[in-house]
């Protein structure tokens, strides 16, 4: 089972930076490919990035790209995802998620497990 916790958000001003973890706590995650996405307050969701399961490729939104990283530590069943030269409009709760396929990563569909959220609040 797949039990998903992120940590790491909060306020920050534009330009700043904040990293973002996601644990997992149960003995499977390096099955899973990881994603991060994202929901602003009246939207819907958007996808930020994704990693497949060793962490050696990512895919990444081009909203973010160059901006954000993502990360996983295997041994730590945790992915990261670091957010630099924050902007106002990054402000949303941040999720993240796993699934078993690397197809479709930018689709909510078929990422089975989602975390509670985390939210990230960029001031201007």
């Known amino acids: 089972q797949v039990q998903l916790v992120e940590s790491g958000g909060g306020l920050v001003q534009a330009g700043g930076s904040l990293r973002l973890s996601c644990a997992d706590s149960?003995?499977?995650?390096?099955?899973?490919?990881m994603g991060w996405f994202r929901q602003a307050p009246g939207k819907e969701y958007e996808f930020v990035a994704a990693?497949?399961?060793?962490?050696?490729?990512?895919d990444y939104a081009d909203s973010v790209k160059g901006r954000f990283t993502i990360s996983r530590d295997n041994a730590k069943n945790t992915v990261y995802l670091q957010m630099n030269s924050l902007k106002p409009e990054d402000t949303a709760v941040y999720y993240c998620?796993?699934?078993?396929?690397?197809?479709?990563?930018?689709?909510?569909?078929?990422?089975?497990?989602w975390g509670q959220g985390t939210q990230v609040i960029v001031s201007s």
């Open positions: 998620a796993a699934r078993r396929r690397r197809d479709g990563l930018r689709t909510l569909i078929g990422y089975d497990y």
């Open positions: 149960g003995r499977t995650f390096s099955s899973y490919v």
């Open positions: 990693i497949l399961w060793g962490g050696g490729s990512a």
